[in-house]
């Protein structure tokens, strides 16, 4: 009896450590997937290890055979990659959440801006200023950009201009460092931070509709993946990402 029990307690440390999971997530969604993992681990479960990057380049690293759970994205095009790859659980696939693409200045410098066909973009930049975004090679942020300023007619003048990013936090980053002058993120990266303000925002239909799918991987589909999956889109977690800005589905 002793013996079985010296076992169990032997085997405990594993059992927790089986559960643990691994979420990888566009970079706009740190912040509330920071507060929700909390709440998560809060009732019970271990807190999954959170990995924090372009879409992108978190699919790439899914598709050669990063040990994942859950996979969101910032856009669908990045979702749909993992599909046509095989590497996503298809029935788990929701669209929990939608955002604002926005643009940004140092909030030492605010500007109130109406953004629309015509809108003089050089004259906010000033002479050798760049306008900070994600690459809109593959990057969602950028990808949004590239489609919202080509609506408006701005591409060509502005697309020599874009001091192009590794994801949306690195946009973000280089507009409150005064790098620069102006910036194209989301509204929730603007919200965290104290150092840029919102000069506009883009018409809604100047770009795809901003949205996040989020699954479950093929390889990382486990009862707990798809029990913290069901947490996000419930009440706990929709009250986290409405109070971290984001419009929810």
Known sequence: MRFLLFLCLLLLPLTAGAQE???????????????????????????????????????????????VNLFASADQKWMDYLVQKDLIVVDTRKELLGNDLVLIVPADKPAHIDIASGLDLAKLLGPGGRIATGDPAHVPVGIYAEQALMKLGLWDSISPRLARTEDVR????????????????????????????????????????????????KAGDTPESRALLAFLAGPDARAVFVRRGFKVE
Do not use: C
């Not at 920071?34 to 879409?55: E, M, N, T, V, Y």
């Not at 790439?60 to 990063?66: H, K, L, N, V």
């Open 21 to 67: 999971l691994t979420f990888f997530a566009a970079a706009s969604l740190t912040d509330a997937l920071k507060d929700i993992s909390a709440i998560w681990a809060q009732q019970g479960h271990a807190a999954p290890r959170l990995s924090f990057g372009s879409s992108s380049t978190l699919a790439r690293q899914i598709e050669q055979g990063a040990p």
């Open 170 to 217: 690195a946009a973000l980053l280089l507009v409150e460092r005064g790098e620069a002058p102006a910036g194209i993120v989301y509204a929730t990266d603007a919200a965290v931070s104290k150092g840029v303000m919102i000069a506009g925002v883009f018409p809604a239909n100047s770009h795809d509709p901003v949205v996040y799918p989020f699954a479950v991987t």
